[in-house]
C-alpha cells in the first residue's frame, strides 16, 4: 500500500528496523483508546469536510471518505472491525480500515492532521458526552433524594457535630444537604464543559496546520463553542481533564459522605435506616450479617477518583511544550473515573430509592440525650439574659439532669428556677423537638416550613438539565 512499509506503520518510510515487539506493546494504546472510535470517526468526517472546504479534496473524493468511514463505523458498532495491534492506536486502526475500504484516496484524509490535535479533539468530544450523561445521572440522583425527603416531610432526627448528638434537624433537611451538594457538583461539571467545549483540531502537530482550513467554520460544524487560539497549547494542553477529574473527584468526596451516613446510620447502635436486601450482601461467615455493601463501594470508589486526578496531574507536570507521549498516560484515569462515575450513578438512585427509614426511632433519637439544651438557653435570651449567661446556667441544669439521670424536660420546674428566676411553665413548650425546629426559620434553616420552601429550590434545579 502508498506510503507504507512491510511492517506496516503508518510512518515507516523513515525506519528502515522493524519495530521491538515488546517495545511495540509498551508503545501501544489501542486497548484503552479504542474506546474513542465514535469521537474520532466524527471528528475525522468533520475533518474532510474541512479538506472540501479547502479544496484538498473534491466533492466525489469526500464523498467516497464519508461512505467508507461509515462503513469502518457499522464494523465496530457491530463489533467486527478487525483491530490491529500493531497499529498502535486507535486513529491508525481507523485510517488504515479506511484506506482497506475506499483505496488510496483515504491516505488523503490525514491531509494537514497530526495525532496530536486528533486525540485532543477526541478527549473533547469524549468528554463532552460523559459530561451530559453525567449531569443526567446527578439529577436522577438528586431526584431520588428529593422524593425520600418529601416523603419523610416533619420527621425530626438528631443532628450531629464531631458525631456528638447536637440539635434536631428534620431528616429532610439532611437528605435535601446532599441535593445541594449535588448541585454544586453539577455546577462545576457545566463550568468545565465551557473550557472542553473548544476545537483543538487545525492545530497540527504543534505549529498549526499549513493547509486553507477554516477552523471557525470547522469548530461550528463539531459543535464547538470556538476554536483554539493558540497551537501549541492546544496540542499541550490537558487541563480541561485534570478540571474534569477534580470535579469527578469532588462529586466522589460527596457520595462517599453520603455512604458513609447511610452505612452509620444502618448499625445497630443507630438503627436508622435499613438497606433493601437488594442492595446489601451477606456474610459467608456470620449467618446474621447484613452488609450494606453498595454503600461501602460508593465511599471505596472515592479513592480511585482521587488516586486518577493525582495520577494526571503528576504525568502533566515539568512537561515541556508542545506534545509529549507521557500525555498517553492521561486516558487510562480519565476513562477509569468516568466508569467509576458512571458505575455509581447507576446504582446509587435506586439504592435510595430501596431504604427504610425506621422513623420511630429517628423521632426518639432527636429528643434524647439533651439535644434542646441550646433551646433551653435561647428561652434565657428571650427574657433578657445575655446568651453567654444563659449557655452557663443551662450548662449548670444539664450536669443536674445528667447526675439525677433525668431528661430536661423530665426536670421540676422548682429545680429549674433554682438554677435562673427567669425559668418559668413555658419552658416546657419551648424545649420540644417540635418547638426547637420551629425556632429555626430562618432561610437555610431546618424549621418545617423552611425546609418545605427548600424542597421546593431542589425540585426546581433537579428539573433544570445541561
Ligand atoms: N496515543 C496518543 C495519545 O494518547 C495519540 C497521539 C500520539 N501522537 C504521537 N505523535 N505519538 O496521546
Partial sequence: MPGT??????WGGRFSGAP???????????AFDRRLWPYDLEGSRAWARALKGAGLLTAEELAQILRGLDEVGQELAAGTFPFRAELEDIHMNIERRLQDKVGPVGGKLHTGRSRNDQIALDERLYLRDVIGRIDRGVRDIQSALIRRAEEHLGVPMPGYTHLQRAQPVLLSHHLL????????????????????NVLPLGSGALAGTAFAIDRDALARDLGFDRASPNSLDAVSDRDFILEFLSAAAILGMHWSRLAADLTLWATAEFGFVEFSDAFATGSSLMPQKKNPDVAELVRGKCGRLYGNLLAVLTTMKGLPLAYNSDMQEDKEPLFD?????????????P??????????????????????ATDLADYLVKKGLPFRQAHEVVGGVVRHAVETKRALEALPLEDLKGFSPLFAADVFEAISVEASLRARAVRGGTAPETVRRALAEAKALAAEGL
Avoid at 5 to 10: A, E, F, Q, V
Avoid at 183 to 195: A, I, K, P, S
Avoid at 337 to 349: R, Y
Avoid at 354 to 368: G, I, K
Fill in 5 to 10: 512499509t512491510p511492517h506496516g506503520k503508518p
Fill in 177 to 196: 444537604a446532599y441535593v445541594f451538594m449535588f448541585q454544586r457538583d453539577r455546577e462545576r461539571f457545566r463550568d468545565c464543559l465551557g473550557r472542553v
Fill in 337 to 349: 473515573s468516568v466508569d467509576a462515575l458512571e458505575a455509581i450513578l447507576g446504582v446509587l438512585p
Fill in 20 to 30: 521491538d515487539p515488546v517495545a511495540e506493546r509498551f508503545t501501544a494504546s489501542l
Fill in 351 to 372: 439504592l435510595l430509592a430501596s431504604l427504610t427509614f425506621n422513623v420511630e426511632r429517628l423521632a426518639e433519637a432527636a429528643a434524647a440525650h439533651y439535644a434542646t
